[in-house]
Each structure stands twice: as C-alpha cells, then as structure tokens.
C-alpha cells in the first residue's frame, strides 16, 4: 500500500473512508494516481465497519486530467475509463467533494460517483477537443444521462470552463455549498446515510433522456453546425452523445472509447498536441521556469497611430490601465475617437455591454509622453522618436516599432486585440529585466511570445517570404497560381500566397529579389498595372465594397503570354514543396541560431501565419509527410533557383539517425 499512503490519502471515520487525490501541484490523474486510487477503493470495500466513501482532492483543487504524454503511446493500465468504472461499481456510496479547477479525467471521475457536492468556486470543463481528443472514461454516457444532450454537448465541445452553481452544470451538482466543499461533502454523506445511504451509479439515472424529441434535436442541431468542420474530436463526441440515447450503456461506453482511440490515433489530434506543447514551451522565453513575473496593472504606450490605437485597445480589453502618450497633440485628438469606434463596434456586436465598454475606457490616461512614464511597470514605444523620453529610474522600455532591434522588439501578429502571437526580438543590448517585461506583458495581454535573436526581422516574415518565393517557382515551371493557392486553402490555410499577397499590396513585395533565370510574379503583376486590393486587381479581381476577391479569366492569358504553361502537379505536391520550403527556411533560422527551437517556428506559423492548427506548422508537418519524401520532392524540382530548394544539411542528419524535427526540440 506504499504506492496509495504516497499519492493517496486514507482515512476511516465512524465508518466513512475519506480518499484523498495528492498530487500537487493540480492532482493530475496520472497512472500511480490511478493505481493508488483502485488500491484504496479496494480497501475500502473491505474495511470492517464501512458505510461510504468520501473522495476528495488534497490542495487548490479535486483533480485534472492525466499525463498528455500517454495520448502518444496510450494509457497504462489502470486506465481512467477501469477507474471510473471501479468506482461506479462501489457497493458503497461514493460522493465527490469538488473544489478549485476540475478537468477532463477529473470531472470523468466525479461523473463516475453516486453524488457530488461542490462549493460555489468550482470549475469544470472539457479541454480534450482543443487536443483533438475526446473523454474516454464515460463522459460521453454519463453526462446526457445527467443534463440531457444540449448542455452535455456545450460542455464538452466548448473546451471551456463552466461554474457550478450555474448553468449548463448545476444539474450534476446533489449539493453546491458556499464554501469548503469537503466539510459539505461530510454533512451530506451523514444526512445520505440517514437516509438509507442508497448507491446511486450514474448509468442509471434516465432524466437526461426524459424528452427524446428534444435530446435528437441537440444532436442534430450540432451535428448540422459541424457538418463542414475540418475537425475530427467534435464529430465524434456529438455521434457518442447520440449513442447515449440509442445503446446500452455498455455498449455506448465500448462506441466511446473506439471513437477516443480513432481520435487519439488521427493526424489532427498529433498536430494538435504538439501545438499545445509547443506553445507552453515558448511562453517560458527560455528563462528560468522559477523566474518572478511581476503582475501588470498599468502600462505606458508612447506615440500615436494605427500601432498605438491597436496596442492601447488590446490591453484596455485585457484589463490593463494605460498611459498613452504622445508628443504630437493632434494624434492624440484623431487617435482617441478611433479607439472608442472599436470598444463601439464590440458593443454593437455584443462582445461587450456598454458599461465594460466605459469602464475600460475610465483606466485610460492621454497626454504628453513625458508626463505619463510614471506609475506603470512597462514602457512600450509604438512609435519612432519616443525613444528619449524620460522615464523613472527601472522601468523596462520594449519596443514595437519595426526596425533594427537593440535592446528588445515585440512583434504583434495582427491585429493586435485578437491575435495570440507576440515575436519578442531579442536584440545584443537586451537586459534580463526586459525580457522578463516582455514576458509579463505577453501574459498580461493572454498572448504566447517566441523569443527571436535577430537584428529586427521576424520569424513571420520569413516564412511567407519562403512561401511566397517557393510558389513563384511553382508558377515559373508553368503552374497556376489559382491551383497553388486552391490547394493550400481546400487543406485549411485561409491565407495562401497569392491571394495574402494581394491584400497587402503587390508593390511592397515586388522588389524582392529572385535568382538568376527565376521570376518575382508580384513584379510581373505591377508591371501589368495589378497592384493587388487597393487598384482592383492583382492576382485576383477585387470588387464590392469591402473588395472581394474572385478569380480572373484573363490571368491565363496573361501568364501563358510570360511563360510555357505545364502539366498541373497534384493538390499533395503542391502543399509538399511549399511547405518544405518553409520547413527549409525554418533550418536556415535554427542553424543561425534565430530560433532556438523548431516548435518556434511552428507556433509562428500557425498563430501568425494562420496555418491550420490542427495540421500543425512545416517543422511538424515535414514529419508527417516523411523527411526523406520531402527531400526528394525538393531536389527533384528542375529550378534555376537550386540554393532556395536544396535541402538544409539538417534534413540528411535526422533522416540519417531516423529522427525528426520534434527530436530538436527542448
């Protein structure tokens, strides 16, 4: 029993066995936890005297899920859908005490108790969708048992955290106290056991089930609203949801976890995963995991404009009080108005109600630059010029001003208020001070940063150079831009080359260079009198207002005119060559050392560059697709453009040692 006193708590009193989770810090359901766990019940079945269990969770909260590492391999036995059913299957009363936070397994394991009492502070949700996964330990049954089929799917499809003493989730809840809820949970086991002390599993209960109309039309209604989702986890939690209805209960719990396992195994839910990992790696900006991050309240944004507007909304929303100063009073008088035009358009929206609108806007100071450096724990230049306005002694300055970087840079992917990225350019000057600001900041505004060592370009702009670069090439050897754009965007980037290239203007990008005997098609355009959305034309027709793209017949025309067309590449080699091409350039990165790591780059890619999440960014996907294939699809191209397209010494030693990009991460 060394493995339960370790993890697990025992204790018998007047015949209740109180267990006890303790594996701080958030009493993660790991195997041993697992294990201690169906050590203890069988203890307790067998204790002398006993007349119920009491489970609860030792410290901030009752239990969260388990280990993400055993969605690789698969989980251990004791699984958590043996647990839960061990648990279910007590001959004694099981009642749950919840507290704090309660995730994935651990709601799973509340659901597998006869009651639950909970305090009023308590959470729960779902996170398995955002991994491309599904509860595998009888939520899928146990929940619509509970709440019905509407509330148990907003729950579990949601990823979201939910209250307990509100709606969807009060149903599960026999008792919701104002606090402690373990001291609750004790009061109504002794009023349960006056009562009788009747075992109660959930697979029996039916309310959930009283109005079978009304449970089909929930399933329908988000099976419809799912119907053109890419992603797989969702559409399978709502076909368990409807097995709920129509199967046994142990028939339904064996449909749940092969649908689990098909997830688990899918491409989307690897993607998704890394991606996950990937981006609790960047937030730490490599500094010490115990590094102090003071807690922003007010902050200090200096200069006007479009930057400034976007930067003062973003953390007005997030809560943060701002000194906005400038040295120019007329950007203060254009600025503020446009900056109350978008809390407007939040609320017309109903994002926000009127009073939040207000109140936001009642933390915000104007002035001039000098006068508001004081009080504020960071500086933040949005404009050039600023950069010699006095400041009290110790208040990080961060700048986010493009350019050459010196101390430290932040890079917002736009726009600003809803992107989550933040590129923090690490300049020679920066100060440790700096970088944990910048760190704080990006935490403050709820946003993942990836430090970049560069003299002020972003990880960003490279990648959609390479991209943009590599689909010239593609139209050079006679492809179409429309097919190379179709192809891209059919597999989930809403944002392909062309068509990004167009909305930001085909001038800006025409004067990138290209190798000799290779063409820069943006020129091409410019020289066409195309400009992209501004002039109506580009690679698209522009229309309407706002301008819409559309596809022009007279394109064809036009290219065949500049260059021999060929036999159209399939839809996969399009996406393998322009995405090894940005997997190509991601090495270029690594090996001079602008990124420290190839999960960087794929958070860039993916929150940034909008690449599919669930496909995950070129340093994962070149994995997927095989380094060896995406190597020879690269050398096989007959390019002018040979030092672009040949692969990264990189690529031969990880193919060499049968390893991948996720080996050089750390």
Aim: charged share 25%; glycine share 10%; net charge negative.
């Amino acid at each position: 029993m060394s493995e339960a006193r370790d993890t697990v708590g025992y204790s018998v009193e007047d015949g209740v066995v109180r267990i006890g989770i303790r594996n701080p810090p958030v009493n993660a359901l790991v195997r041993d936890v697992r294990a201690a766990l169906v050590a203890a019940l069988d203890r307790a079945f067998a204790e002398d005297g006993a007349v119920a269990i009491l489970l609860q969770g030792e410290g901030p909260g009752f239990a969260t899920g388990a280990d993400l590492s055993e969605a690789d391999g698969g989980a251990d036995a004791p699984t958590m859908a043996a647990l839960c059913a061990r648990v279910e299957a007590s001959p004694l009363p099981v009642v749950a005490a919840l507290h704090g936070t309660v995730l994935g397994a651990g709601v799973e394991l509340a659901l597998a108790a006869h009651y639950r009492v909970a305090d009023a502070d308590t959470r729960i949700g779902f996170p398995e969708v955002r991994l491309g996964l599904m509860p595998s330990a009888g939520a899928t049954q146990r929940l619509p048992r509970l709440m019905g089929a509407g509330a148990a799917l907003d729950l579990m499809l949601s990823g979201k955290l939910f209250s307990m003493d509100g709606p969807p989730v009060e149903a599960l809840a026999d008792l919701v106290v104002a606090e402690d809820a373990r001291a609750g949970a004790a009061q109504f086991v002794e009023a349960l056991l006056e009562d009788g002390g009747a075992v109660r599993p959930t697979s029996g209960i039916r309310r959930g089930f009283s109005d079978p109309k009304a449970y089909g039309h929930a399933v329908a209604k988000r099976r419809e609203a799912l119907a053109r989702a890419p992603e797989l986890a969702p559409r399978e939690i709502v076909a368990a949801v409807e097995a709920a209805n129509l199967l046994p209960f142990e028939a339904g719990l064996a449909f749940e976890a092969d649908a689990a396992e098909t997830c688990r195994l899918s491409a989307q839910s690897g993607a998704l995963r890394a991606a996950f990992v990937a981006e609790h790696r960047a937030r730490r900006l490599d500094l010490p995991a115990d590094a102090p991050l003071p807690e922003l309240s007010r902050i200090a944004v200096l200069g006007g404009g479009p930057l400034a507007i976007q930067l003062v909304f973003a953390a007005l929303l997030c809560g943060i009080a701002v000194n906005w100063g400038t040295r120019d009073p007329a950007a203060l008088r254009e600025g503020v108005p446009r900056l109350r035009k978008l809390f407007d358009g939040f609320v017309r929206r109903g994002a926000m109600c009127e009073d939040d609108a207000l109140d936001r806007l009642a933390d915000l100071r104007i002035g001039d630059s000098a006068a508001l450096t004081g009080g504020v724990e960071v500086i933040v230049h949005a404009a050039r010029g600023q950069g010699d306005v006095p400041a009290p002694e110790g208040i990080p300055r961060l700048s986010a001003v493009s350019g050459k970087v010196r101390q430290v840079g932040l890079r917002f992917a736009p726009p600003i208020h809803a992107a989550r990225l933040i590129e923090v350019i690490v300049g020679p000057s920066a100060s440790p001070e700096q970088i944990v600001a910048a760190r704080a900041l990006a935490r403050a505004l709820d946003k993942i940063p990836v430090r970049v060592h560069a003299p002020g370009e972003t990880v960003a702009g490279r990648l959609m150079a390479a991209c943009q670069r590599a689909a010239d090439a593609l139209v050079d050897l006679g492809q179409h831009p429309y097919d190379i754009d179709r192809a891209l965007r059919e597999w989930g980037w809403h944002r392909p080359p062309f068509l990004a290239s167009d909305r930001r203007g085909l001038p800006d990008l025409a004067a990138r260079p290209r190798a000799e005997g290779a063409r820069n098609w943006c020129d091409v355009m410019v020289g066409h009198d195309r400009p992209g959305r501004a002039g109506g034309a580009g690679f698209y027709l522009w229309e309407g207002t706002p301008p819409v793209p559309s596809e022009d017949p007279g394109l064809t025309a036009l290219l065949d005119a500049e260059r021999p067309a060929a036999r159209p590449l399939s839809p996969d080699q399009i996406r393998r060559l322009v995405l090894g091409a940005m997997a190509n350039e991601g090495a270029r990165m690594l090996a001079s050392g602008m990124v420290l790591r190839p999960s960087d780059i794929d958070v860039v890619a993916t929150l940034g560059l909008g690449l599919p999440r669930w496909r995950g960014g070129p340093m994962h996907l070149v994995g997927v697709y095989g380094l060896l294939s995406v190597c020879r699809a690269m050398e096989g191209l007959d390019h002018p453009d040979t030092a672009f397209w040949t692969p990264q010494p990189v690529f031969g030693a990880l193919i060499k040692n049968g390893r991948s990009f996720e080996a050089m991460n750390r």
